[in-house]
């Protein structure tokens, strides 16, 4: 931008889950920085991201940003010297559900900045589940001393109201990736179910979660029962490696041998790139998913979905494009399930009417947070 001051060059670090490999908080990130970027070139402004995470080199390598490492007191204190405000953000930063270390650690860099003097700010921030107590004073204290909070729910912001953060300073925003274009602006493969020549394919994203696997065994039923009524072609989509893949190689070996006619299975690798994987959702005919941001890749590209819920944030979700999950990982009745697919399958322009004005909205709502960053980082510096 020829002609630019300092003046119009914002340092913004951003603290996540981030350099973990998990194709959908990396999918956060390059949303964040994406709408940044955009919105900076409205507003005629520079945004330089400094990422706090947990492999710098391979967040620099990734995104050509600046990148910290999050768990370095040093290098955090320096990211945050050096910074013009602080974004946390986005994903579910602030529950107890993971870990009792989170909620401390994510506050703890906000309070940081915060000491510093430097403005913070939540972005499409997923709040709770919140089973400790104690950690509420902690996260009152830190978000309304922010700039600007947004979180990606109506749960996320009554949560936070009953902690004591008004809720009139709480906007309402989608998940950043709802806003996350395709690799190069490349166009998504044409929908294709009901081809005679080619089985559908059904994008799959399972985590493990109950430890005896009982889950994954109901989804494996429900992929047999699939399978048996119509030939389909699933895809596994591993969003977090190594885990993922573990898991989907387990499922595949379940179903070995009890497929339908016509039917498989095939293990996705879409490599680290969040867009990369974005390009393999856009390519299914429909997607049976785990994951929050397998849902949310799916929705992005307007491809009917059928969500199996772990966590109240997949019911949130999907209630958001008023859809309910098909089952969840304590029942998953197989022959619903197949009843289910087989509609999507065959009437997936239907679901698309029906869906379609709700997603659009979410993808342009995706966009408040970084406008009301950057117009108050602006008013910040003008002062």
Not at 9 to 31: C, K, P, T, W
Not at 201 to 225: F, H, P, T, Y
Not at 265 to 288: K, N, Y
């Amino acid at each position: 931008m020829a002609g630019t001051n300092d003046s119009q060059i914002f340092r913004i670090a951003i603290s996540g889950y981030y350099g973990f490999r998990n194709s959908g908080d990396e999918a956060v990130l390059r949303s964040i920085l994406l709408a940044l970027k955009e919105e900076g070139d409205k507003q005629g402004v520079i945004v330089q991201p400094i990422v706090l995470s947990a492999d710098p080199a391979w967040t620099t390598a990734m995104y050509g940003v600046e990148s910290f490492h999050r768990m370095k007191p040093g290098d955090v204190l320096r990211a945050l010297r050096s910074c013009d405000g602080l974004i946390s953000g986005g994903g579910s930063l602030l529950q107890d559900v993971t870990s009792g270390k989170t909620i401390p650690y994510y506050i703890g860099i906000m309070k940081l900045a915060q000491w510093l003097g430097k403005p913070t700010f939540a972005y499409a921030q997923g709040i709770g589940p919140i089973n400790r107590r104690s950690m509420d004073s902690l996260i009152r204290s830190a978000m309304r001393r922010s700039k600007y909070v947004s979180v990606r729910d109506a749960e996320s912001a009554a949560l936070l109201g009953r902690i004591g953060m008004p809720l009139d300073r709480i906007d309402v925003v989608p998940d950043p990736v709802m806003g996350l274009p395709l690799p190069g602006g490349s166009p998504a493969a044409q929908p294709r179910a009901g081809a005679d020549e080619t089985p559908p394919v059904i994008g799959v994203s399972l985590r493990r979660w109950r430890e005896d696997g009982a889950d994954m065994a109901r989804a494996a039923e429900a992929l047999v029962a699939l399978s048996k009524r119509r030939p389909v072609r699933l895809r596994f989509l591993p969003f977090h490696t190594p885990s993922d893949r573990v898991t989907s190689e387990e499922v595949m070996e379940r179903l070995s041998g009890r497929l339908g006619e016509g039917s498989s299975a095939e293990l996705a690798a879409p490599g680290d790139d969040p867009q990369a994987m974005l390009l393999e959702v856009s390519r299914c005919d429909a997607l049976f998913g785990m994951r929050l941001h397998a849902l949310i890749y799916a929705a992005n590209q307007h491809i009917p979905m059928l969500g199996l819920s772990y966590d109240p944030k997949i019911d949130q979700f999907m209630n958001r494009l008023n859809l309910r999950p098909i089952g969840t990982t304590e029942s998953l009745d197989a022959e619903i399930f197949a009843d289910e697919a087989c509609n999507l399958l065959d009437t997936p322009e239907e679901w698309r009417i029906k869906h379609g004005p709700a997603i659009e909205t979410l993808k342009q709502q995706a966009k408040i947070p970084a406008q009301q960053i950057l117009q108050i980082l602006r008013q910040y510096r003008s002062r």
